[in-house]
């Protein structure tokens, strides 16, 4: 009998918490400012806080601080995290081939 592997199944944890892949999918645009993330979001700034802090942890995500004035702190994916760019992009494929708009109304998968 096949068992499931522990990293795939760490892997999936990961991106499955909640807001962890529309994170990923803006910072596959570029650098992002902790405030440009939380306009372009609809997340509260604690919970961004906390999923950024993860994936800083998970080796996917990178904090730049930059000794301006004042002082510039920017996100950007990690190589780690740059891998996940052709996993991001296949999901959002499959999400607009497969997911209808009446299935993101309550946005809970049943």
Known sequence: MNQLCPRFEKAMILLSTRWVGLILFE??????????????????????????????????????????????????LSEKGKALEPVIKDIQRWAEDYVSTDDTADNEVK
């Open 27 to 76: 910072l596959l645009k570029g650098a992002k400012r902790f405030s440009e993330m939380e306009a372009d979001l609809p997340i509260s700034g604690r919970l961004l806080s906390d999923r950024l802090k993860l994936l800083e942890k998970e080796g996917i995500v990178e904090r730049n601080i930059y000794s301006e004035f004042p002082v510039r702190i920017e996100y950007t």
